[in-house]
């Protein structure tokens, strides 16, 4: 069965300075994925990145990228430089089968001006 | 791009009220799953559907039904609304959960 942990309920980031999202997973599929979402206070998930388990580099995209350690099962998320507008939920997910993805329970990041 | 729109962003319902939330996406997708997010629970699967008709319980299905008439249409009834059922509800659409999901904006449900 698949599990995710997100074990920062919260953190806080001082402004243009970079932090680092804890996830670690574990799954009993051979190929499988991490996606990163981000929830700002209005409450819609916006998708971040994708790291997929057969990928020989770490994702990137724009400020995001993933501390992708397969043998350690963890898939964190680096945001650098962060920005006011950083300040949101985020929740690691993975597949479930093919039939739907699985939450953790999300890091509420705030950034200090 | 793919759009997933939730019908109300904020409802007030009574204690035994029957309540509907509806979920519409615009981009033929299969599969849509309805979620409800709690603090420190995270997103929790209520139910899912990957076809017309089609449907399967997920995690926390108890107190909730639904219905997918339409492809582009799936809808969370709670058949006797509840004060636990006090949350924020999260519908989302996917050709495959392996391309992960597009969600809309979410119902904050309050059951008084």
């Known amino acids: 069965a698949q599990k995710i942990t997100q074990t920062q309920p919260g953190m806080f980031v001082q402004e243009k300075e970079a932090v680092t999202l804890d996830c670690t997973y574990d799954t009993s599929d051979p190929s499988y994925g991490l996606f990163w979402y981000k929830q700002p206070s209005s409450g819609e998930m916006i998708f971040l990145i994708y790291q997929g388990s057969y990928d020989q580099q770490n994702a990137t995209e724009g400020r995001y990228s993933l501390n992708f350690q397969k043998a350690r099962k963890s898939a964190n998320l680096v945001i650098s430089a962060s920005q006011l507008g950083d300040s949101a939920m985020y929740f690691c997910?993975?597949?479930?089968?093919?039939?739907?993805?699985?939450f953790g329970t999300g890091t509420r990041l705030t950034v200090i001006p | 791009d793919v759009k997933v729109t939730q019908s109300s962003r904020y409802l007030v319902k009574r204690t035994g009220e029957k309540v509907f939330l509806e979920c519409v996406q615009d981009?033929?997708?299969?599969?849509m799953f309805w979620y409800r997010q709690d603090p420190g629970l995270g997103l929790r699967l209520i139910y899912f559907?990957?076809?017309?008709?089609?449907?399967e319980k997920g995690d926390i299905p108890e107190g909730y039904s639904v219905s997918r008439e339409k492809k582009e249409r799936f809808s969370l009834i709670l058949e006797s609304a509840s004060t636990n059922q006090t949350s924020m509800y999260l519908c989302?659409?996917?050709?495959?959960?392996?391309?992960?999901?597009?969600f809309g904006s979410g119902t904050r449900l309050t059951v008084v």
């Open positions: 997910a993975t597949p479930r089968g093919a039939n739907n993805l699985f």
């Open positions: 981009m033929d997708h299969e599969n």
């Open positions: 559907s990957y076809d017309v008709k089609m449907k």
């Open positions: 989302a659409s996917s050709p495959s959960p392996l391309y992960g999901y597009t």
